[in-house]
């Protein structure tokens, strides 16, 4: 019975080590411009998870190319468009924003991905909010 829990543990950590869990999750963001009367809140798909990474110990050695770890990141993506509400006639009330299809572990490509390190602490509305669903506006 204890080999069985043992060998049961040690695949189940194996297993757990070589799967990662980069998946498309649920975000809500809020976009507004300073010249428009609302906040428009705006839920989206994002890539976010757990890759599965080293930290070499030779580092003074290695090129700097070398030393790049996996990140959590768009596989497939679309941008959709959003109309923020309240704009005067000379500010184009258009916001796009990229949606998460599928995510993969790999390098982060600063093309279409903000490759931070910290979490963005001023996701709010200072101005009164409108939702977004799906193309209409709330």
Not at 115 to 123: D, L, M, R, V
């Amino acid at each position: 019975m204890t080999a069985i829990f043992l060998m049961s543990m040690i695949f189940g950590l194996a297993c757990g080590q070589a799967m990662s869990f980069c998946i498309p999750t649920e975000y809500t963001m809020h976009v507004e411009r300073k010249e428009c009367a609302y906040c428009l809140t705006i839920n989206t798909t994002i890539c976010a998870g757990y890759c599965m990474t080293r930290d070499v110990n030779g580092k003074l050695f290695l090129p700097k190319y070398a030393l790049s770890q996996d990140v959590c990141t768009y596989r497939d993506f679309m941008y959709k468009t959003a109309e923020i509400p309240g704009c005067p006639r000379h500010v184009t009330p258009y916001f796009s924003y990229p949606v998460a299809i599928s995510c993969k572990c790999g390098k982060c490509n600063t093309d279409y991905s903000d490759c931070i390190h910290e979490a963005i602490k001023t996701n709010y509305c200072t101005k009164p909010q409108k939702s977004y669903v799906v193309g209409f506006s709330i």
